[in-house]
T-cell receptor
Framework: GQNIDQPTEMTATEGAIVQINCTYQTSGFNGLFWYQQHAGEAPTFLSYNVLDGLEEKGRFSSFLSRSKGYSYLLLKELQMKDSASYLC?????????????FGKGTKLSVIP | DGGITQSPKYLFRKEGQNVTLSCEQNLNHDAMYWYRQDPGQGLRLIYYSQIVNDFQKGDIAEGYSVSREKKESFPLTVTSAQKNPTAFYLCASNQAGTGNEAFFGQGTRLTVV
């Protein structure tokens, strides 16, 4: 599989800003997704990046640098409900097929 | 409503038995995926399929089998050869190609006793 690395756990304070980093192998790269997953539930889509730069969507933003194999998810004005795991996923292409590979996820704890 | 459905949500099986997990989607998506998630871990790819009657092994295919006889359906069989089958199994689908988010089913929590 393709190595996708992200921190295991992070803790941040309600109302603050947190940045979750993700690095990945660049060979075959065809786009990067961020998902949110609450415990015991299915992941839900947050953002998609395929070109370099920042994509903003409300309190959430995602950045991509294809040359560096690097992305981050930025969460602003943190709320308690943002406590969840955040999964970085890369779409790889090769031999005529596309494979969606996930990192191990970053468990974010938001504290009062 | 369009969506992707996994059933059942909870499944118990005795060790040594094969078990098949269901995944159905009515989103007209070409690609479907099966992932396994262990406690505190990320999603690991078991099998994926881009078109009907074709599928590829993911990172942890050993002990699993799939079929893709219809576009809407991608069942996963957990065989007795899978040494640690107890896990949370997630099925996903998307329109094949770039930029298309994957939609997930609600997951099946399989416990082998």
């Amino acid at each position: 599989g393709q190595n996708i690395d992200q921190p295991t756990e992070m803790t941040a304070t309600e109302g603050a800003i947190v940045q979750i980093n993700c690095t990945y192998q660049t060979s075959g790269f065809n786009g990067l997704f961020w998902y949110q997953q609450h415990a015991g539930e299915a992941p839900t889509f947050l953002s998609y990046n395929v070109l370099d730069g920042l994509e903003e969507k409300g309190r959430f933003s995602s950045f991509l640098s294809r040359s560096k194999g690097y992305s981050y998810l930025l969460l602003k004005e943190l709320q308690m409900k943002d406590s969840a795991s955040y999964l970085c996923a890369v779409l790889y292409s090769g031999a005529g097929s596309y494979q969606l590979t996930f990192g191990k996820g970053t468990k974010l704890s938001v504290i009062p | 409503d369009g969506g992707i459905t996994q059933s059942p949500k909870y499944l118990f099986r005795k060790e040594g038995q094969n078990v098949t997990l269901s995944c159905e989607q009515n989103l007209n998506h070409d690609a479907m995926y099966w992932y396994r998630q262990d406690p505190g871990q990320g999603l690991r790819l078991i099998y994926y399929s881009q078109i009907v009657n074709d599928f590829q092994k993911g990172d942890i295919a050993e002990g699993y089998s799939v079929s893709r006889e219809k576009k809407e359906s991608f069942p996963l069989t957990v065989t007795s050869a899978q040494k640690n089958p107890t896990a949370f199994y997630l099925c996903a689908s998307n329109q094949a190609g770039t930029g298309n988010e994957a939609f997930f089913g609600q997951g099946t929590r399989l416990t082998v006793v």
